[in-house]
């Protein structure tokens, strides 16, 4: 396999790239698109068996039911990075090992019901939050320690509809090729 190849299996929708400046009508579509995750991720995942679920996005990558796992770990993350950034003053959020958390026991559950209902929970209250936001609330901005940045409660609207999009596209690429690389 080339770097190119495994580049895109790496990031199948592309880099994160951040945009400096929005639109309202983007940030919404950004909204809707992390408000239309849970299902998405239920619609993939809901008739899988275990060996589906312990297949593979990528060379030494996750297993589909680690992405999932894991996406309710991160959001959760960013639930709570939105409310420190509304309710401190710039605030700096703690990073986490994902790589570590994904190998814990919950991690690597083949049961995926807890996680779905914690990202359901999540992103509906992700969503009424991010729908109240003010034009200033969206400049507020807490600080990533781990990348030495500040980052606006809009570019993290951005961050985790990639994120999202980022993640339904490995289930889908793992779905495609069955864990085979």
Known sequence: MTNEEFHLLKYPIGELNIPQNSTSQQISEW???IEQFPEAVVALTKNLSNEQLNWIYR??????????HHCSDSHMNSLIRFKLAL??????????????????????????????????????????LLRSLTPNDLKRQYIHPEHGKRFSLEQTI??????????LA??????KHKGEF
């Open 31 to 33: 909204i809707n698109e």
């Open 158 to 167: 951005y961050i985790y509809a990639w994120h999202s999009k980022h993640h």
């Open 170 to 175: 490995h289930i889908k690429q793992a779905l």
């Open 87 to 128: 309710t401190e003053d710039m605030p700096t959020i703690k990073p986490y090992y994902e790589d570590r958390w994904a190998k814990l026991v919950d991690g690597n559950s083949n049961d995926l019901n807890y996680s779905l209902m914690l990202l359901k929970g999540l992103h509906a209250k992700l969503v009424i």
């Open 59 to 68: 060379p030494e990558g996750w297993t589909i039911k680690q992405v999932v």
